[in-house]
Nanobody, 121 residues
Framework: VQLQASGGGLVQPGGSLILSCSTSGFTLDYFAIGWFRQAPTKGREAVAYIIKSVGRTYYTDLAKDRFTVSRDAAGTTVYLQLASLKPEDTAVYYC???????????????WGQGTLVTVSS
């Protein structure tokens, strides 16, 4: 099972960015892809997840109304669209795979390497 996050970069406050998570090697057991982030000097926090097969999504409070998670038709790439970005959104964003529909990072067994999002003017 492999995941690779990409699409991070420098963006101005109020701007938008789309992160991608490419996945491969999955069995049917791993069907939830979650997004998490870790800001400098802070612990990792959950952002959202999506059930690959049906596209059902869940968002934490930090993501509601600003972030959108989606997947392509084949279910092999998952996206996290970031909008109305704030400096406090600066973090390394990770995608991960779980075999249950959960927002708890302990339920995610496979992790990508992360992509850095920097929100600054």
């Amino acid at each position: 099972v492999q995941l690779q996050a990409s699409g991070g970069g420098l963006v101005q406050p109020g701007g938008s960015l789309i992160l991608s998570c490419s996945t491969s090697g999955f069995t049917l057991d791993y069907f939830a892809i979650g997004w998490f982030r870790q800001a400098p000097t802070k612990g990792r926090e959950a952002v959202a997840y999506i059930i690959k097969s049906v596209g059902r999504t869940y968002y934490t409070d930090l993501a509601k109304d600003r972030f959108t998670v989606s997947r392509d038709a084949a279910g092999t790439t998952v996206y996290l669209q970031l909008a109305s970005l704030k400096p406090e959104d600066t973090a390394v964003y990770y995608c991960a795979a779980s075999n249950i529909a959960s927002i708890n990072e302990d339920d995610y067994h496979y992790w990508g390497q992360g992509t850095l999002v920097t929100v600054s003017s």
